[in-house]
């Protein structure tokens, strides 16, 4: 980098270095399984990368690179933001040496040749990945689905409501709303009841 041992001569090179140069300086750990993969300690960093906070406020993070600022020397991570005073979030920008890379994005074929990967590897990530994120929609859409209750409300839909008062024998107009289904439905739910007591209640006389 630099002949010079003084701190100052050494932060001027780096603030004053082409881009193409300080691209391989902003450089990430790679974790454990990577390194025994690639075979590499380290890594110049990328947008799409996913990568772990170290140290700081955010420690323990896991996110998305989402912008790498070269000029800066600091890298944006998705989910680390700061709220300010009147509550919208700012993006807090993280140096590149508290970072752990956990997953690489190897959509660049530069990329995939400095590390050696085949055509054939990368194409089953990539079909590894789609089936992983296929899945994670999936259980996130059954966990959004609420449970439909078994008794009529009026979460339900009035169609649904129209074919529970059909199946109880209800006699509903083309006219009714949905309120007026529901009122029905209820009136008949309270009959029930009262004809079961009443009929628990001569079988108590009997006796």
């Known amino acids: 980098?630099?002949?010079?041992?003084?701190?100052?001569?050494?932060?001027?090179?780096?603030?004053?270095?082409?881009?193409?140069?300080?691209?391989?300086?902003?450089?990430?750990?790679?974790?454990?399984?990577?390194?025994?993969?690639?075979?590499?300690?380290?890594?110049?960093?990328?947008?799409?990368?996913?990568?772990?906070?170290?140290?700081?406020?955010?420690?323990?993070?896991?996110?998305?690179?989402?912008?790498?600022?070269?000029?800066?020397?600091?890298?944006?991570?998705?989910?680390?933001?700061?709220?300010?005073?009147?509550?919208?979030?700012?993006?807090?920008?993280?140096?590149p040496s508290n970072l752990l890379i956990t997953k690489l994005d190897l959509s660049d074929k530069w990329r995939r040749q400095k590390l050696a990967v085949s055509e054939e590897d990368f194409e089953m990530e990539e079909k590894i990945e789609k089936r992983e994120e296929a899945t994670e929609k999936e259980t996130k859409k059954a966990e959004e689905i609420p449970e439909k209750e078994d008794e009529p409300n009026s979460k339900w839909k009035k169609k649904e409501l129209e074919d529970y008062a059909k199946s109880q024998n209800i006699e509903i107009k083309s006219s009714d709303t949905k309120k007026d289904i529901l009122k029905k439905i209820e009136n008949q739910t309270t009959e029930k009841m009262e004809e079961v007591k009443n009929k628990d209640e001569k079988g108590d006389n009997n006796e």
């Open 1 to 95: 980098m630099s002949s010079s041992i003084q701190p100052r001569k050494q932060r001027k090179i780096v603030y004053n270095m082409p881009l193409h140069k300080k691209n391989r300086l902003m450089s990430s750990h790679l974790s454990e399984s990577l390194y025994l993969k690639h075979h590499k300690r380290s890594f110049p960093i990328k947008k799409g990368d996913i990568v772990k906070v170290l140290r700081g406020s955010f420690k323990g993070h896991s996110g998305k690179i989402v912008d790498v600022d070269r000029e800066k020397y600091r890298i944006a991570i998705d989910g680390v933001t700061l709220a300010k005073t009147d509550g919208t979030q700012v993006q807090f920008w993280v140096h």
